[in-house]
Each structure stands twice: as C-alpha cells, then as structure tokens.
C-alpha cells in the first residue's frame, strides 16, 4: 500500500519567518495531494492541495510544490503568524481501478513564536 | 449550515460492549469515510464509501464494521471493542466521489476500558 512519510514532526519558527513540511510517498500511482490544518482540539481542515499534473499552487501566504519524478511534495508558508501554529498533515491519494485510498503522514506540529 | 455531524462527541464504555457513533452530512456528498486519529501515528483510514450501499476497506479496518443504507449516514460499528480501539475518531465527507477535500466532523474521543 502507499506509504508517506512526513518531515519534521516538530518545527519551531520565528513569527515573520517561512516555515517548510516536506512529504514524500511511495506510490508512483498517487495523484492527488491535499495538506490538512488541525487547531488543538479542533477537526482538520483543508488549506491546499495539488494534482500530479500541476507542479506548484499557491493561495496567499501558503503554496505547495510537487516533484512526480523524486515522489516528493511540500507546503510552504511564508510571513507565518501566531495563527499559523498547528499540527499540519500531509496525504496522498491513491487511485487503481475501482481502489481509491487516502493516506496521512504522521503530522508536525509548527509553533510560530511571536 | 454545512457540516458532518458526529455523535457522541465523548464516549467511555468497556471491553466488549458493542457501541456506533453515528455520523451524517447535509451536503448531499456521494464520498464518507473514517478515520482514527492516534498520537504519532496521525491519522488512518478505518473504510471509506463512494456510494450508498458500497463500501471499502482502509488501512486500519479490522474491529470495525459500517454501513452506507442512505446518503447522508454513515455509522461506525464496534461489535466487541477492545482497549486497543481507545482513540480520536473522526468522520469525513467529500463532494467529490473519490474522497478528495474531506469536511471533517469535530470527532469522537472513545475510550475503552
């Protein structure tokens, strides 16, 4: 099955500062993938994501890049603030046939100190 | 409003005691599933619906059952729940049929003792 693999799990920024969750999976059939927001104590929440055909999207402070050829993607978020800090979660969408499964990294936990 | 409501928001109970939490959606999306969410280990897919009346396996399905009879329910069924069950569960739905941009419920804190 798919595996992704999330790095760091912890990341400590300085408010202003960029901050970069990197993630990388396994299946070469994956072909969409979304970052996930989760407050303390509060549900994930969808900020970006990416098909395999695009190789970069941004929203305002956030953007996310895509290499198919190294299986690897990343969220960037620039100018962070206070709000930003928050366990990020990675996925990727795996599709073969009538199969469709969706795999989680295991998180990180970005602190933005003021 | 929108949302994917989970129910009951806590739940403690004991080995063995079969117990559902219950999810539904009003925004009329084909695509549900569930997740648990443990510390470390993010979170894992349980089984996943495209449609009513077809359902798959995740990841982590073993312990659980579900059902998709109507559109907007899709219930998480523990016949005999063991400790090991104890976690953060979470229910999703997608406009999209295959699971992409997850609303989440606000999850289900289960406790098995």
């Known amino acids: 099955g798919e595996n992704v693999e999330q790095h760091p799990s912890t990341l400590s920024v300085q408010e202003g500062d960029s901050a970069v969750i990197k993630c990388t999976y396994s299946?070469?059939?994956?072909?969409?993938f979304p970052w996930y927001k989760q407050e303390l104590g509060k549900r994930p929440q969808l900020i970006i994501d990416i098909r395999s055909n695009v190789g970069e999207k941004k929203d305002q402070r956030i953007a996310v890049t895509l290499n198919k050829t190294a299986k690897h993607f990343s969220l960037h978020i620039t100018e962070t603030q206070p709000e930003d800090s928050a366990v990020y979660f990675c996925?990727?969408?795996?599709?073969?046939?009538?199969?469709?499964?969706?795999?989680f990294g295991k998180g990180t936990l970005l602190t933005v100190n003021p | 409003e929108a949302q994917v409501t989970q129910n009951p928001r806590y739940l403690i109970t004991v080995t063995g005691k079969k117990l559902t939490v219950t999810c539904s959606q009003n925004m009329n999306h084909e695509y549900m599933s569930w997740y648990r969410q443990d510390p470390g280990l993010g979170l894992r897919q349980i089984y996943y619906s495209m449609n009513v009346e077809v359902t798959d396996k995740g990841d982590v399905p073993e312990g659980y059952k579900v059902s998709r009879k109507e559109k907007r329910n899709f219930p998480l069924i523990l016949e005999s729940p063991s400790p090991n069950q104890t976690s953060l569960y979470f229910c999703a739905s997608s406009p999209r049929r295959v699971g992409e941009k997850l609303f989440f419920g606000s999850g289900t804190q289960l406790s098995v003792l």
């Open positions: 996925a990727a969408l795996f599709s073969g046939g009538s199969n469709y499964k969706l795999t």
């Open positions: 299946d070469s059939a994956s072909n969409y």
